[in-house]
């Protein structure tokens, strides 16, 4: 079977890395996360996420991009290219919500300046663990980094635009609700997982 590329996307606290470390166990995955996942892309999640940091909205994605491109020419494609299956916690549509839909960049510009940083690799699956803002505020913790600091209005923008990216491509998407418990949610993704790409 071909190595399969699975990535899971979410607004801030939707339990998604928590589901993208354990499926990534479970099929013996390799497990990388946005921004970061290398050494050059962890000094640029440092300062994407610093909330002392004030960062232009277009270098914001061209840091994302290049943080991608990154990981992708040291990680991603090189596991696949061996057959291991990879999880990642976070990928291109994180830019397409974050700083497209809910920065106002231009999506077809964000998502184009994307493909170029993965030479158009995109996730075979992509699992979009959805929670509601009221949810997403009540479980972060007391440090948040420079996205969590945005109002509601900018987190209703990212999640409006998982939705409608998700909506768009229902083939390659799946919404998973994120407000059960940690073992209901893994149950839902699991089964996803195994109708979409026949994976155990």
Do not use: C
């Amino acid at each position: 079977m071909k190595a399969k590329f699975i990535a899971f996307e979410g607004g801030d606290a939707s339990g998604k890395s928590t589901q993208a470390r354990r499926v990534s166990e479970t099929l013996n995955a390799v497990f990388t996360r946005e921004p970061g996942g290398t050494t050059v892309g962890e000094s640029l999640r440092t300062i994407l996420l610093d909330p002392n940091e004030t960062v232009a909205v277009r270098a914001e994605a061209l840091l994302m991009a290049a943080s991608r491109a990154q990981l992708v020419a040291d990680v991603i494609r090189p596991a696949l290219l061996k057959g291991q299956h990879v999880v990642t916690d976070r990928f291109l549509a994180s830019s397409l919500a974050y700083q497209g839909y809910a920065s106002g960049l231009p999506i077809d510009e964000v998502l184009s300046l994307s493909l170029f940083a993965t030479e158009s690799l995109t996730p075979d699956l992509t699992i979009l663990i959805d929670i509601s803002i009221e949810e997403s505020f009540n479980r972060r913790g007391q440090n948040p980094d420079r996205f969590e600091q945005e109002d509601r209005s900018f987190h209703e923008k990212v999640r409006n635009g998982y939705l409608e990216l998700a909506e768009a491509r229902k083939e390659k998407w799946v919404v998973i609700d994120g407000t059960g418990t940690l073992e209901e949610v893994a149950f839902l993704v699991d089964q996803a997982i195994k109708e979409r790409l026949g994976l155990p």
